[in-house]
């Protein structure tokens, strides 16, 4: 494994890091995009791509705001040069993403209803983590959840969401997308779910994104103070609430398509799904790398795949392909 130690004195673990701020235009791929957008009419897959992608606009928005509110903790320039750029790309995707739900629900998918359902209220929580929130505090390791939240709340004098638990939130999600976004980049069933090439091509242009910044949110939280317990918490919390808000909206979106009752449609979409790396251990094992108590995301060396894709996507370079991908991963 190759350790991430930051040094001493620093507060980020790879001062050079490249992150770049793209200003991208997929408007005319979202014009011509279709409702069959998956490989082998796999209904499942097509819910499971629009639902995530009504997830970013508002998560990215709370990503931006919990890292801008702990920027006056980072006093290293070059983490300061990195969070502007995490910012930078991360409004980028919130405004794509939401060019792309808004073409999605034209077509018929959910995005746009959970966008509504991804919408924060006066106290940083969604619909989403109000329903979340009502399963995991009743019993378990999270029941005292609420009350403990409320207590800190009382600490800070006021009645808005806990700054720290939010970047907490974020690190731990940061990871997540991290780890989706090296999937794609390298796993072959995975790109092989699109029919549609252009609209790949946006998702691997998050994916490289998503890479480059993955550890930015982090450093930020360490830099900021953020304990151990927080951290791990925010993770099964996070970890939790996906999986819930992901299933009843696909579920929904999948039961309510046509095309699941068409040509046996949804059994050979179930059917698919056995070979979906995001189900897979390989996702799960780079998942329970959070847990570790010496934990930092750039322990995993994505640079030379990031500068791979990076060739393609910005300099027409050819596509790698997913074996040529995986023996560019180092760990």
């Known amino acids: 494994m190759v350790l991430a130690l930051v040094p001493e004195g620093r507060q980020t673990a790879e001062a050079d890091r490249t992150i770049i701020v793209r200003r991208v235009d997929f408007s005319e791929m979202l014009a011509r995009l279709d409702r069959n957008f998956t490989a082998e009419g796999d209904v499942i897959s097509a819910h499971v791509l629009a639902v995530l992608s009504g997830l970013f606009p508002d998560g990215e928005e709370m990503f931006i705001e919990a890292v801008k509110h702990h920027r006056d903790f980072v006093t290293d320039e070059d983490l300061k040069r990195q969070v502007n750029a995490f910012i930078g790309q991360e409004v980028i995707h919130g405004r794509q993403h939401r060019d792309l739900n808004a073409r999605l629900a034209e077509l018929g998918y959910r995005s746009k209803i959970v966008e509504h359902f991804m919408q924060f209220d006066e106290e940083g929580l969604t619909p989403g983590m109000h329903a979340v929130l009502q399963v995991l505090t009743k019993v378990g390791p999270f029941r005292k959840l609420l009350s403990e939240m ?9 009645e808005g969401p806990d700054p720290m638990f939010e970047l907490a939130l ?25 029919a549609d090439q252009d609209l790949f091509r946006m998702w691997a242009w998050h994916a490289i994104e998503e890479s480059e910044h993955r550890a930015v949110a982090f450093d930020v939280f360490k830099a900021a103070g953020g304990d151990e317990e927080m951290r791990l918490r925010a993770m099964k919390i996070a970890g939790w609430a996906l999986v819930f808000i992901t299933s009843w909206h696909v579920t929904i979106g999948v039961l309510t398509d046509r095309r699941s009752w068409r040509n046996f449609g949804l059994p050979r979409s179930l059917w698919r799904q056995r070979r979906n790396p995001l189900i897979g251990r390989k996702f799960r094992r780079r998942l329970a790398d959070y847990y570790r108590a010496d ?33 560019l991963l180092k760990f």
């Open 150 to 158: 409320e207590e800190r709340r009382a600490e800070r004098g006021d």
């Open 170 to 194: 974020t690190a731990a999600l940061e990871h997540y997308t991290a780890s989706m976004a090296e999937l794609l980049l390298t796993e072959a069933d995975l790109q092989g779910l699109f």
């Open 295 to 327: 934990f930092h995301p750039l322990q995993r060396d994505t640079s030379a795949l990031e500068q791979r894709w990076r060739a393609w996507f910005d300099d027409e370079a050819p596509r790698p392909t997913p074996a040529e991908s995986l023996a």
